[in-house]
């Protein structure tokens, strides 16, 4: 499908924002009839809407195309194996399959296109030839370690993988290669800050940090303005999914976040669908132009809003607003999203328990993850079951459970949240 790609991204990014819409608008034509001649899934969705491909002229023709949430991806794997009818590619064509919670298997993209996206997007923030650059998103299972690894390497940067996890041997290396970057979730590079003063270095005398592109989570702010006040280094945010990959960066204007070129987003109520104004909140629904995984209006939970002045870095694509909060009830912690589908068959294995919550606390610089427990009459609360949840609770949702707490009975209400966030941004 070498024709939705024939631009440069480069020449898209000069493109002004009318000439962006008209071109965005011509490659989503030909992508809606590329997707429904070979993903069966989708085809489906345009049928059931109501609506002929051959007609959708740009993304207003969409207006009719429900959102495609999570849970429907999750139901569609479960039920028509091995790609939910979804991926244009046989299995055996792709190079990679990623596992994401659900289980959802999210097809690594060949296209040069996507991978384009990604090399523009972290030259964007300001990774390049000469930067040596730690990674420190998982490598395992998920898709981005091995996502921002690559784009910063076609980025002509050094990269070491280091993943997540042994916050002093990241210590070490940082300072012993005289690592200029850093890439990562917010708390997790806080905690290597911490753990170098706490080793006795000098984070500003003994290290070489330029730039942190740090975030996955909610309510980094504070964290961010210490880093650059404090340590004199300067950060930027991403933004992404799995299932779509990177699609928003932010400059050095600092003022909202760019979409990135060759993906579509809408900014729509969460519950009319229809789209809002810009500045006013709403569901970040995203459309990446992309003949592999073409998630035509996927909505990512995430709210936003957009902004529609120019920018003062005079880049001429769309931009929003860093995340708001979220729609629904996924939660994101630590930089994955945790939902009640993947709790509820991690506690049912456990028939001592009549009721449960998580609840989700930021009292420093990292998500703390708790499980509240009430045990059903004449069953007493022992360290050994506390454990046994917690090791299964964590390898369902894989983010580490910090505690499990019993409580009385009646402390959990009926009809309560599977999980609360209780952190404020």
């Not at 345009?46 to 949430?69: C, H, M, S, T, Y």
């Not at 920018?311 to 001429?316: D, E, L, N, S």
């Amino acid at each position: 499908m070498a024709e939705l790609f024939a631009v440069p991204i480069d020449t898209l990014a000069a493109m002004s924002q009318g000439e962006r819409e008209r071109y965005l608008d011509e490659k989503l034509a030909q992508l809606v009839i590329y997707a429904c001649e070979r993903a069966p899934s989708i085809r489906e969705r345009f049928e059931k809407a109501g609506i002929d491909p051959r007609k959708v002229k740009g993304i207003g023709d969409l207006q009719a195309l429900p959102v495609l949430r999570k849970d429907e991806l999750i139901d569609l794997f479960k039920s028509r194996p091995p790609l939910g009818g979804l991926v244009t590619l046989p299995v055996t064509e792709l190079e990679r399959v990623y596992v994401s919670p659900g289980p959802i298997y999210d097809p690594h993209h060949k296209s040069e296109a996507f991978w384009e996206r990604h090399r523009h997007l972290v030259q964007s923030v300001g990774f390049g030839k000469g930067d040596v650059i730690i990674n420190a998103w998982s490598y395992h299972l998920v898709p981005a370690g091995l996502m921002v690894d690559e784009a910063l390497r076609r980025a002509g940067a050094t990269v070491i993988p280091m993943g997540v996890g042994n916050t002093e041997l990241h210590v070490e290396v940082m300072r012993q290669l005289q690592v200029t970057g850093f890439f990562g979730s917010t708390g997790f590079f806080m905690n290597i800050i911490n753990k170098a003063e706490e080793l006795g270095y000098d984070v500003i005398k003994d290290f070489n940090l330029r730039l942190a592109c740090i975030g996955g989570e909610m309510g980094g702010g504070p964290i961010r303005r210490l880093v650059e006040e404090k340590y004199g280094i300067t950060t930027r945010d991403v933004y992404g999914t799995a299932d779509v990959g990177l699609f928003a960066y932010e400059c050095g204007g600092k003022e909202g976040m760019h979409i990135a070129e060759g993906v579509i987003v809408e900014i729509l109520n969460p519950d009319t669908g229809a789209p809002v104004s810009p500045r006013e909140v709403g569901e970040v629904v995203v459309t990446p132009i992309d003949e592999t995984y073409p998630l035509i209006r996927f909505g990512t939970g995430d709210l936003a809003a957009l902004i529609a002045e120019p920018c003062p870095c005079g880049r001429t694509s769309l931009r929003i607003t860093r995340i708001l909060g979220r729609t629904g009830e996924a939660v994101r912690v630590r930089g994955l999203f945790v939902h009640p589908r993947q709790l509820e068959p991690a506690m049912a294995r456990f028939s001592q328990v009549a009721r449960f919550q998580a609840v989700v606390t930021r009292p420093g610089y990292r998500d703390e993850l708790t499980l509240k427990v009430e045990l059903k009459e004449g069953v007493l609360p022992t360290a050994g079951l506390a454990e046994d949840i917690k090791e299964t609770v964590s390898g369902a949702i894989r983010v580490r459970v910090d505690r499990v707490e019993f409580v009385p009975q009646g402390t959990i209400p009926e009809g309560h949240k599977l999980i609360v966030d209780e952190r404020v941004y």
